[in-house]
């Protein structure tokens, strides 16, 4: 009798094999069959491309078969990897948390441009989920104090987990609504990509939208809701010349500008994201 793999009840399948069976089998993007396989086995691009009749052992191979299935099912490939890179460095995601997202790194760059260099200046990132945005300043600019907050708890456990993953020592994680319970003059500024998208907007039943948190997506039915009540709480935390600069959607920034200028705001700017529409809006409280 022969002793082939065949007597377990999964039989082993080559990386060729796996490849074939996500992309003809599954009609997964090769990019994310590719990237489930090196998850799944540990492998390199490198080694997955010149090893092709390598074999996946029968646990690796039901692994990876589930993952396939939860991608074509549409599950977001970050949610399935746990991971996705943000500004170069590594942060864990779990369905708690909005997916970061490449035009995020325009709210970094637009804060690091602005972020005072004498002293030690406290900020703020609203709305922290993964923790991206607060841990990415922190680790860029040493000397400055960030507290990160969120409403979600199960948000600020994944902000903890990335931010000692990352070691990052000049970082708070704290559960909050808001601005709410800070006051007093003192932050040099405020940053945050709150939900800006309305309850009632069709993009929430389609792609990666479907999985990720609600509430980091949509305030409700106005959409601007969260811009608004942020843009109102701001003044009364920001130190004379403090900034509070906020992602939006790519449609809303002459509303967030005018909003920004009608509670006070000065030096209004917007940015463009990389295809080309005014995604960041930020202001100065006088002074
Ligand atoms: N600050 C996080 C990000 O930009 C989460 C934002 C959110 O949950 N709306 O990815």
């Given amino acids: 009798m022969s002793k082939s793999p065949a007597s377990s009840p999964v039989p082993a ?18 990019v994310d069959a590719r990237l489930l396989l090196r998850h799944v086995t540990g492998a390199t691009l490198a080694q997955i491309v010149s090893h092709p009749g390598r074999q996946l052992g029968p646990v690796d191979r039901m692994r990876f ?5 939860r991608r074509a099912a549409g599950e977001p490939i970050a949610y399935l990897l746990g991971e996705r890179e943000f500004y170069s460095r590594p942060f864990s995601v779990t369905p708690a948390v909005l997916i970061p997202r490449p035009e995020t790194e325009g709210l970094v760059e637009a804060a690091l441009a602005r972020l005072p260099v004498e002293g030690h200046p406290e900020v703020v990132d609203l709305g922290t989920g993964s923790g991206c945005v607060g841990i990415t300043l922190a680790l860029e600019r040493p000397h400055a104090r960030v507290l990160a ?18 070691e990052c020592g000049n970082i708070d994680c704290v559960i909050g609504d808001w601005l709410q319970g800070i006051d007093g003059h003192r932050l ?19 792609g990666d939208l479907r999985f990720e948190p609600r509430s980091a997506l949509t305030p409700g039915e106005d959409a601007l809701g969260a811009v608004q009540e942020i843009i109102r709480q701001a003044p009364a935390t920001l130190t004379d010349g403090g900034w509070l600069i906020l992602e939006h959607g790519h449609d809303q920034a002459p509303i967030v500008r005018k909003l920004l200028a009608r509670e006070g705001f000065v030096d209004v700017f917007s940015d463009r994201d990389l295809a080309g529409h005014e995604r960041i809006t930020g202001g100065r409280r006088p002074g």
């Fill in 149 to 166: 907050i969120d409403a979600s708890a199960d948000a600020i456990a994944v902000a903890r987990r990335n931010a000692a993953a990352l």
């Fill in 13 to 30: 399948l080559t990386f060729n094999d796996a490849l074939t069976f996500a992309s003809r089998g599954h009609s997964l993007a090769a």
């Fill in 188 to 206: 040099s500024m405020i940053v945050g990509n709150p939900p800006y998208i309305a309850a009632s907007d069709a993009h929430l039943g389609e």
């Fill in 65 to 69: 078969e589930s993952l396939v299935a």
